[in-house]
């Protein structure tokens, strides 16, 4: 026996599956097609037409709240946060894992604080820095070591993030609606199909064979 070229493709399985689904959803005269089929379309249709609309205004808003938040926030940590230079009293070795994100390692250095602080700790420095070298590094007021405060681009990204969560967020919540709307017809559907066979199979059951 031959087999049909390219019949057992997934994509052609998939392709197949979606024509079926929407078939199924297109309205039509199918004599078949019950009032709760068209309901379903419409109720779908008019779910998927406001997800649509309210995605633009939702990502618009999403990403307004999150830059701002972002810039407070790199304004807030521009007025407390302080750059000071640090001496390092050990020579700084060579890295010695190749996966991290950055080349530089830690060594020991110390630092005084704007408010005249003497500290001590590791900071980061390129390899092979020798002793007595400085770099720069971001402290509280207390002289204790930071984070650099955000960066434009990092606030413009969070801005970006929050409007690809409000779109990802409308498009789960559509899938989720229509998975209810879906589940509840389908039973109304089998229901009506239960109550018509029941009707049915007495003229069946009188039937001779």
């Known amino acids: 026996m031959r087999l049909r070229r390219g019949a057992g493709r997934p994509e052609m399985k998939q392709g197949r599956w979606f024509r079926r ?10 004599p078949l097609r019950r009032t709760s089929d068209r309901v379903e379309t419409c109720v779908l249709a008019g779910l998927f037409a406001a ?19 972002a810039l407070r926030a790199r304004q807030e940590q521009l007025a407390t946060r302080h750059q000071v230079r640090a001496v390092l009293t050990q020579r700084a070795g060579a890295s010695v894992n190749p996966y991290t ?16 602080a003497r500290r001590a700790g590791q900071v980061m420095a390129e390899p092979g820095t020798p002793r007595g070298a400085s770099v720069t590094i971001w402290t509280d007021a207390a002289g204790n070591l930071t984070s650099p405060p955000l960066l434009p681009s990092q606030a ?8 690809l969560g409000a779109i990802t967020g409308i498009g789960l919540l559509y899938a989720c609606e229509a998975a209810v709307v879906r589940h509840v017809l389908y039973r109304r559907r089998m229901a009506a199909w239960d109550a018509d066979w029941a009707v049915t199979a007495k003229t069946w059951n009188r039937q001779r064979w």
């Open 51 to 69: 997800a649509v609309a309210a995605a633009p205004f939702a990502a618009h808003a999403a990403s307004g709240a999150a830059y701002s938040a």
């Open 156 to 163: 413009a990204g969070q801005g970006d993030l929050a409007a």
């Open 101 to 116: 994100l950055t080349s530089e390692v830690p060594v020991r250095a110390t630092w005084t604080s704007v408010t005249g």
């Open 21 to 30: 689904q929407m078939r199924g959803l297109w309205p039509d005269r199918n």
